[in-house]
């Protein structure tokens, strides 16, 4: 299903969706001094990056197993623009109208990395979606994901803040990652 929907892909439990703290660390080590000084290291997080991922993660929390699909989600918007947007309310609601729903499983994601260029910023992550989407008699209409893949989340900085716009596979093909 993820190649079908990139960021519209179910979810599990929010705690498999939510992705590593990327963090840019600065190592500064102390002035010399007749006493001994331990080099010390300050971790901080970029606040673009931090926001980044919290709209990335809120993107994938709204889509739980076993649910109807509804293309109406309140709040998503919050996390996703045009031309993404557009699209997962059309899908789901073709999906919806014909009764399907996702079934068990869980959306894992592991972000590898995260660029910032200005107004946009991109996500690649390993993901693998573990549920099925199910037609209204319970058949597997599309099967869960076997190997992770894979994926470019593209986000460009509203004036209301960082949305995602855009979910695809690297180059365009399922390339498989560890993670």
Not at 149 to 162: A, C, D, F, Q, S
Request: glycine letters at 6%; hydrophobic letters at 35%; aromatic letters at 6%.
């Amino acid at each position: 299903m993820a190649a079908t929907l990139g960021l519209t892909a179910c979810s599990g439990e929010s705690e498999t969706v939510t992705p590593p703290t990327v963090q840019l660390t600065t190592t500064t080590t102390a002035p010399t001094t007749t006493s001994t000084t331990e080099p010390t290291t300050t971790t901080t997080q970029d606040p673009d990056i931090a926001e980044i991922l919290a709209v990335y993660n809120g993107a994938l929390r709204y889509f739980k197993p076993n649910q109807a699909l509804d293309p109406e989600v309140p709040g998503l918007e919050n996390f996703i623009t045009d031309p993404l947007y557009s699209t997962k309310q059309r899908i789901l609601s073709e999906w919806a109208a014909d009764g399907f729903v996702l079934g068990e499983g869980e959306y894992k994601v592991h972000v590898l990395d995260v660029t910032v260029d200005g107004d946009t910023a991109t996500v690649r992550s390993c993901n693998l979606d573990g549920a099925e989407l199910l037609d209204s008699d319970g058949l597997v209409f599309i099967p869960s994901d076997t190997e992770r893949y894979l994926r470019l989340h593209h986000l460009i900085r509203t004036p209301e803040g960082w949305r995602v716009t855009a979910s695809e596979f690297v180059n365009g093909e399922r390339t498989t990652c560890d993670a």
